[in-house]
């Protein structure tokens, strides 16, 4: 009876044992080619509230300063498209920054859902109207998240992956905004209120983001004890222009977004080449 032939993978590791030289894997890792990068999103994304933003941006106010730039330039990119627009909603990332998507392109991070649920007003109200008024709009703003943001969170996770295929997509939520105690532009009971809808984003994302089969990427531990009012906060209290009011600063992009989405995002991408 004849032997058996033998296979490339057995064939190569006796060869190398012979010449005294270590086996090779039946997988091995091989250096990872550069990442095509694409950046959606709304102005957590887009580093509103950093103060420095590039001139062609117009009113996206997209800064190099942003959690998305600040990757991008850490990491070997061979594209990057920064897409995110201060003020956008779910509609407009479908309609108007999926240009750069294609089935090259090997990442993706979001941040999106906080201007369609409404929360700039919010705030403004809580602002406004204080504890109790503060606690009705949240209500508001709880209904809309949990009855009609995640329709508009799958349809547009659905238009990511549609338009990119082959890509690791990865999505950033948002941050408690307020330090729950002490003196502070709104009153204990607002910033309570607010912080429990931005739990509840946060979760009602995840759980979206999941059934796309994305990863989601959650900043609230990340920002503990840098809330506005806090000591050293990360996020702006009322500023001027009030455009960057409530957003992260450069610190909450560096410190807390950006080691979020380097830990959600590929470490260290790779092909794997079958022996």
């Known amino acids: 009876m004849r032997p058996a032939r033998m296979t490339g993978v057995v064939a190569g590791a006796l060869i190398a044992v012979a010449l005294g030289a270590p086996a090779a894997s039946a997988e091995e890792t091989v250096p990872a080619a550069p990442v095509d990068y694409v950046a959606l999103g709304d102005s957590y994304a887009s580093g509103t509230g ?137 009153t204990e009971g607002a910033r309570a209120a607010l912080n429990a809808t931005a739990d509840l984003l946060s979760e009602v994302t995840a759980g979206r983001a999941a059934a796309a089969g994305f990863v989601y990427a959650d900043v609230r531990s990340h920002f503990d004890g840098r809330g506005v009012c806090a000591s050293t906060p990360w996020i702006n209290s009322l500023a001027w222009p009030i455009t960057e009011s409530f957003h992260p600063n450069a610190a909450g992009h560096a410190q807390a977004y950006l080691p979020a989405f380097t830990a959600a995002a590929p470490s260290s991408p790779a092909v794997l080449a079958a022996g």
């Open 50 to 186: 950093i103060g420095d933003y590039h001139s062609g941006s117009g009113s996206c106010l997209r800064s190099p300063g942003a959690y998305p730039e600040l990757w991008a330039a850490a990491n070997d990119v061979s594209s990057f498209t920064f897409a995110a627009c201060s003020g956008a909603v779910t509609d407009d990332v479908v309609t108007g920054q999926l240009g750069g998507l294609t089935a090259d392109t090997d990442l993706v991070s979001i941040s999106i859902g906080g201007n369609d649920a409404g929360f700039v007003e919010v705030i403004t109200r809580c602002t406004l109207l204080g504890t109790a008024g503060c606690q009705n709009a949240a209500a508001e703003a709880n209904e809309y998240i949990q009855t009609e943001l995640p329709a508009r969170l799958d349809a547009t996770y659905a238009a990511i992956r549609s338009a990119a295929p082959n890509s690791s997509v990865v999505v950033l939520g948002y941050p408690r905004l307020f330090h729950p105690t002490g003196a502070c532009v709104l």
